[in-house]
Each structure stands twice: as structure tokens, then as C-alpha cells.
């Protein structure tokens, strides 16, 4: 069946430095891929999301990439703060369905 | 806040017991999605109700049902609960029952099963 495969499960880094988080999808008709942000103990927010007709798009320090022919998107934190640490999902969906990647918790280093 | 309401926000029950969990969509929201989240894990996507309708299942155990009714909040029926039902329930909301939408999550009830 259609997955969605998120790499790496954790990641420490410098506060300052940048932070990648990459995912790969399987289903072809997957056309909209949001990120969302979950806090110990709190719901996941949404963070940014991208459709399919888009390869690039950006908020302020975090970014997200897709690759529509190799099936790939991440997600770029630059200048990471301490308000970063968290577990990070990416989601791959078409009209049909949603398939969350197993997420990536993300520690920022002092 | 973001607009989407769960109660009751912890639940302790036994096993074998029955629980119910609610959740009021965003205003203008007409889905609704029931996840599963249990200790360090992912999001289980459980099943979907789009004004109403089961719209789609996902890794749904049979002891589980679900309904959305017609002012559009929706319950989570648990049934003959086992230790591992213990998680965190969260529900979302959508404006349409298209899954590629932007999805808001209400806080969720954190269920444990002595």
C-alpha cells in the first residue's frame, strides 16, 4: 500500500544551523503535502504545506522543496531556535486520502 | 486555538469498558478526522466524516465506530478496551472532504486504560 517515509527519526542540531527533514511519498496522486509541528503533550500545527503545481515555497526561516518526479519534499529550518525542538510530521494527500510520515524529533543544541 | 474542541481532555477507564470522545469542528468546517496517537508514535489515521458521512476508513479496529451528526460534531465510540487503546485521540477539521486540505487539530483526550 502507499506510504510516506521520513527521514531522519531524530535530529540534533546547533541552535543557529539548519536544520533538513526529508520525506518520500509512493502514491501518484498524492497533490498537497503539509508539515505540521507537534509540541510535548500538544496538538500538531500546521506549519506550511505545498501543492503539487508548486516546487518551492517559504516562510519566514522554514522552507519546504518538493520534487514531483522523484517523490521527494522536505522541510528546511534555518537559524534554528530553541522554540524549534519539537517532532515535525510530513503528510502526503490526495482528495482520497492522507498518509502521515512517522515523524522526526528535532532537538536545538545550546 | 485553533478552533477545534475535544472533550473530554483525559479519560481513565478499565478494560472491557466503553468511552465516548467528542469533538466540535472549526465553525465552517464540514470534516471531520479521528487520529490515534499512542506514546512516541505517529498519527493513525482512524476514519473520516464529511458533513455527516463516512467518507474514508483507515486503520480502524471493529471494537471502534464513529458518527458526525447533523450539527456537524462527531463522537468516537471505544469499545471492550484493552491496555493498548491507551493513547492520545486527537481529532481535526477540514473545510471540505477533500483529504489535500489543510487540516486543524483540537488538543485532544488522552485516554489510559488501567
Known amino acids: 500500500g502507499e506510504n510516506v517515509e521520513q527521514h531522519p527519526s531524530t535530529l540534533s542540531v546547533q541552535e543557529g544551523d539548519s536544520a533538513v527533514i526529508k520525506c518520500t511519498y509512493s502514491?501518484?496522486?498524492?497533490?498537497?503535502f503539509p508539515w505540521y509541528k507537534q509540541e510535548l503533550g500538544k496538538r500538531p500545527q500546521l506549519i506550511i504545506d505545498?501543492?503539487?503545481?508548486?516546487g518551492e515555497k517559504k516562510d519566514q526561516r522554514i522552507a519546504v522543496t518538493l520534487n514531483k518526479t522523484a517523490k521527494h519534499f522536505s522541510l528546511h529550518i534555518t537559524e534554528t531556535q530553541p522554540e524549534d525542538s519539537a517532532v515535525y510530521f510530513c503528510?502526503?494527500?490526495?482528495?482520497?486520502?492522507?498518509?502521515f510520515g512517522s515523524g522526526t524529533r528535532l532537538s536545538i543544541r545550546p | 486555538d485553533s478552533g477545534v474542541t475535544q472533550t473530554p481532555k483525559h479519560l481513565i477507564t478499565a478494560t472491557g469498558q466503553r468511552v465516548t470522545l467528542r469533538c466540535s469542528p472549526r465553525s465552517g468546517d464540514l470534516s471531520v478526522y479521528w487520529y490515534q496517537q499512542s506514546l512516541d508514535q505517529g498519527l493513525q489515521f482512524l476514519i473520516q466524516?464529511?458533513?455527516?458521512?463516512?467518507?474514508a476508513k483507515g486503520n480502524i479496529l471493529e471494537r471502534f465506530s464513529a458518527q458526525q451528526f447533523p450539527d456537524l460534531h462527531s463522537e468516537l465510540n471505544l469499545s471492550s478496551l484493552e491496555l493498548g487503546d491507551s493513547a492520545l485521540y486527537f481529532c481535526?477539521?477540514?473545510?471540505?472532504?477533500?483529504?489535500?486540505?489543510?487540516?486543524?487539530f483540537g488538543d485532544g483526550t488522552r485516554l489510559s486504560i488501567l
Open positions: 466524516y464529511y458533513n455527516g458521512e463516512e467518507r
Open positions: 481535526a477539521s477540514s473545510k471540505t472532504g477533500d483529504s489535500n486540505q489543510p487540516q486543524h
Open positions: 502514491d501518484s496522486a498524492s497533490n498537497y
Open positions: 505545498i501543492r503539487s503545481n508548486v
Open positions: 503528510a502526503a494527500s490526495s482528495a482520497s486520502k492522507i498518509i
